[in-house]
């Protein structure tokens, strides 16, 4: 299973939001000029996120995009799955031999685990310097 820029592009937003989180709206621009990434681009990205009920958005001069929920309910699966669509290392899993489905069944559910299990308050957490405040992500 490959993510795409959508997906990777969509955890740096809500990462990004949910380092601010309590602090207001952070406008996408502020988060487009720290990570060097389009704004038009983030704002293609924050509409279906929106949609799902992850991110608030917030009109008038002070402005911008908050987390619909606290970081620590809102998952990398959660985010993945609206911008990626389900969560599948290959397309037809049903049509595969059984050696091969299981194989590919047993890789999706490691996959959907980790994601699930991993919220955007322990990405927040995890610094730049490869240290954790919890501990270390291997996605």
Excluded: C
Excluded at 4 to 29: C, D
Excluded at 80 to 99: D, F, H, K, M, Q
């Amino acid at each position: 299973m490959k993510i795409s820029t959508k997906g990777r592009y969509g955890l740096t937003i809500m990462i990004e939001l949910a380092k601010r989180h309590g602090e207001g709206p952070t406008p996408l621009k502020q988060i487009a000029q720290a990570h060097d990434l389009s704004e038009h681009y983030l704002e293609q990205l924050i509409a279906p996120l929106r949609n799902a009920g992850l991110v608030k958005s917030i009109r008038g001069a002070y402005g911008g995009y908050m987390l619909g929920n606290h970081p620590s309910k809102i998952t990398a699966g959660d985010i993945i799955r609206v911008l990626e669509g389900p969560i599948s290392p290959v397309e037809g899993i049903e049509n595969e031999e059984p050696a091969k489905r299981e194989l590919w069944i047993r890789i999706r559910d490691a996959v959907k685990e980790v994601l699930d299990s991993t919220t955007i308050e322990d990405l927040a957490n995890h610094t730049d310097d490869g240290e954790s405040d919890a501990y270390m992500f291997y996605i």
